[in-house]
């Protein structure tokens, strides 16, 4: 059990931290702060704030996520429609990579 802790380590976490926010933002608008824990509880990722508002501007520039108005001094966003559609696209692409990834491993897992 340890050899297979410390190999997941090596490899590393696959972010693509747009996609962690759109996920974030899907079932409503949060302020920065929010989002970082957020993406940590349901991704484990932690994001530093630089990491996180670099990729807000992207994504703001994009059309895929709007700011609201301030709420005392944060700044909420929320996924736009076209951000929607994004995230469902990027989705549908990670499905058929798994698929393609159970299938391949499933000799290695004995359920090929």
């Not at 920065?32 to 508002?53: A, Q, V």
């Not at 951000?83 to 000799?107: C, K, V, W």
């Amino acid at each position: 059990m340890v050899a297979m802790v410390r190999r997941q380590q090596e490899v590393g976490r696959f972010t693509d931290v747009a996609l962690l926010v759109l996920i974030s933002l899907a079932d409503g608008a949060k302020h920065g702060y929010r989002m970082i824990h957020d993406i940590e509880e349901f991704s484990g990722t932690s994001l530093e704030p630089g990491t996180l508002y670099g990729a807000l501007m992207r994504l703001e520039e994009r059309g895929w996520i709007e700011a609201l108005d301030a709420e005392s001094r944060r700044r909420p966003y929320r996924i736009t429609d076209a951000g929607r559609q994004a995230l469902a696209e990027q989705l549908a692409t990670l499905r058929r990579i798994t698929g393609a990834a159970t299938t391949r491993l499933g000799p290695l897992w004995g359920t090929a």
